[in-house]
């Protein structure tokens, strides 16, 4: 009985780190780089406090990080990206 605990722990782990996405400082550059392009984000930018958590906070880039740099020009991605750093802006705000 023991064994299958082990083995369904195993399990869980490797599910757990498949789906988590490991971020690197270039997924967030090039993340920043490709929002850059949107109002929205250009806004962002213009509000001193945004900007600085934005160029700063390690939870806010942590999320930029996040996004899938290839599916940010999608409009429906987009607008969810856009609500997901609305909210950790206005968390650490």
Do not use: S
Request: with cysteine.
């Amino acid at each position: 009985m023991q064994g299958l605990g082990i083995i369904i722990e195993l399990l869980m782990f490797v599910v757990d780190h498949q789906f988590a996405k490991e971020v690197t400082q270039k997924d967030i550059e090039n993340n920043i780089e490709k929002l850059k392009k949107y109002p929205w984000f250009q806004d962002y930018l213009k509000n001193g406090q945004y900007r600085e958590l934005i160029t700063h906070h390690k939870d806010v880039r942590h999320r930029i990080g996040k996004f899938k740099t290839e599916k940010l020009d999608h409009v429906h991605y987009n607008a969810k990206c856009h609500g997901k750093l609305e909210k950790v802006l206005e968390r650490y705000n």
